[in-house]
């Protein structure tokens, strides 16, 4: 069986975020950030001009989803003990345990995920990618996506939908 794909790993797929992460035992990290940097690779059918898909529909919508997540402190909405709490004034309440920080509401993106690893990152990305892919190019049926989320150098976390041959 053949299969082809694209891969894309774009300088300026980047965002740069604060997070924190808890740990098994309840302990978490000090509040701090990354230099986050995003891969994706893409295997499904060729069309009958030979392409997977044109890398240049691809790119910007991965642009967005970082862009999108660029220069926020990234909060995980569905932690079980994490407490979040949006005040009538523009600013958000973070509390756990005996750790307590306030924010500015815009500046802070509370994710639906449980932690703010960049296995659980790239599980976002990769699901909205995948959502928007959908809606953009209902033709194109992705056969395998993969997205690494890279906190530091040589250090990703990996989302993969479908299966490699």
């Given at each position: 069986?053949?299969?082809?794909?694209?891969?894309?790993?774009?300088?300026?797929?980047?965002f740069s975020a604060a997070h924190f992460?808890?740990?098994p035992d309840g302990s978490a990290e000090r509040l701090h950030g990354h230099n986050y940097r995003v891969y994706v690779e893409l295997d499904a059918g060729l069309d009958?001009?030979?392409l997977?898909?044109?890398?240049q529909r691809v790119k910007p919508l991965v642009r967005d989803l970082v862009d999108r997540l660029d220069e926020h402190w990234l909060v995980p909405g569905e932690h079980p003990t994490l407490e979040i709490e949006e005040?009538?004034?523009g600013v958000t309440e973070v509390r756990y345990r005996e750790a307590y920080y306030a924010a500015p509401s815009h500046d802070?993106?509370?994710?639906?995920?449980?932690?703010?690893?960049?296995?659980?990152l790239a599980t976002w990305?990769?699901?909205e990618l995948r959502r928007t892919?959908?809606?953009r190019f209902p033709g194109v049926e992705p056969l395998r996506l993969r997205v690494a989320v890279e906190e530091t150098s040589g250090q990703r976390g990996v989302y993969e939908y479908g299966s490699r041959l």
């Open positions: 069986m053949e299969r082809w794909g694209i891969e894309i790993a774009k300088e300026y797929f980047k992460l808890i740990f009958e001009h030979g997977v898909l044109d890398f005040r009538g004034d802070i993106i509370v994710l639906p995920i449980n932690n703010t690893s960049s296995e659980n990305i990769g699901r892919l959908s809606e």
